[in-house]
């Protein structure tokens, strides 16, 4: 499999909880309420799934590897599209995450911000995804040989595997930073 394999996969996953968002944005503007767990959880997804682990392998490892060769403008072009658009996404879901908090603690003025949020995501991750798979991730694999994609690809795997340990060890720490400041 070419290093692009696994993260062609990770797209369908982030398009199915773009889905469910959609539904909660349509549940939201019928009720007037919005489910602050679903919030909490489709904000982690993004945050955890979508940045750390997909952006995470295509900044750290891709994007690094792209950098090194001697790539067209317009590839080049594209990379910092992408990474300005990842960054966006991340300011983006930070303030949704900010509202949701906020809304769950009783300010029912944050149920237009938290809409806002997630319209503005479910718009902008077709069109990113669409971008890299369409006109991006192909081309660019020619500018590297089999051995370099095979060791893009296991690196990918490291990539994952040391995630979930520091996903956790990064849980315990924020939980005992709070037991510090009480
Ligand atoms: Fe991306
Ligand atoms: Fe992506």
Excluded at 18 to 38: D, S, T
Excluded at 95 to 100: E, V
Aim: aromatic share 8%.
């Amino acid at each position: 499999m070419m290093p692009i394999g696994p993260l062609m996969i990770e797209h369908r996953l982030i398009e199915r909880m773009i889905a469910l968002m959609k539904r909660e944005l349509q549940q939201a503007e019928k009720e007037k309420q919005v489910n602050a767990r679903f919030v909490e959880a489709a904000t982690h997804f993004i945050k955890a799934y979508a940045d750390r682990c997909h952006h995470g392998k295509e900044e750290d490892i891709l994007f690094r590897e792209l950098k090194k060769k001697d790539i067209s403008k317009e590839h080049n072009k594209i990379v910092d599209e992408l990474v300005q658009e990842h960054k966006w996404g991340r300011e983006t879901t930070a303030k949704l995450m900010d509202a949701n908090m906020r809304y769950d603690k009783g300010d029912e003025e944050a149920l237009s911000e938290i809409a806002h949020c997630i319209r503005l995501l479910i718009d902008f991750y077709p069109k990113h995804i669409e971008k890299e798979d369409k006109h991006f991730f192909l081309p660019v694999m020619e500018y590297f040989s089999e051995e370099e994609k095979e060791a893009m690809l296991r690196e990918g795997y490291e990539f994952d595997s040391t995630l979930i340990h520091q996903e956790y060890a990064d849980m315990v720490s924020v939980w005992e930073e709070g037991i510090k400041g009480n």
